[in-house]
């Protein structure tokens, strides 16, 4: 069984930084894209950042220049860099990973459970 798990949430002050992981376990055969999305009290769910296997990376506008995602494909992981945080980006972060449980399977995307991200002084 798929799992991912998100970690490193919390609360911070404006222009402070967090750093994101995201682990996937269980039964991977390969994962594809991997994105971090985030849901803001009576927001819809966006996506933040999305990065492939083939190192091709996009974010939204609103973190351009102050996120970094990056994923290690040896440890089924990926990361978001969260610098000069500001209270609009308060939210629950997703981890989503496209992935291949078995070379039998198709792909399909999972989730992770999402951690807390709150920017307030």
């Known amino acids: 069984q798929v799992r991912l798990v998100e970690s490193g949430g919390g609360l911070v002050q404006p222009g402070g930084s967090l750093r994101l992981s995201c682990a996937a376990s269980?039964?991977?055969?390969?994962?594809?894209?991997m994105g971090w999305y985030r849901q803001a009290p009576g927001k819809q769910r966006e996506l933040v950042a999305f990065?492939?296997?083939?190192?091709?990376?996009n974010y939204v506008d609103s973190v351009k220049g102050r996120f970094t995602i990056s994923r290690d494909n040896a440890e089924n992981s990926m990361y978001l860099q969260m610098n000069s945080l500001k209270p609009e980006d308060t939210a629950v972060y997703y981890c989503?990973?496209?992935?291949?449980?078995?070379?039998?399977?198709?792909?399909?995307?999972?989730w992770g459970q999402g951690t807390q991200v709150t920017v307030s002084s």
């Open positions: 269980g039964s991977i055969f390969s994962i594809s894209a």
């Open positions: 989503n990973a496209r992935l291949r449980p078995s070379s039998r399977e198709s792909f399909d995307t999972y």
């Open positions: 990065i492939n296997s083939g190192g091709y990376i």
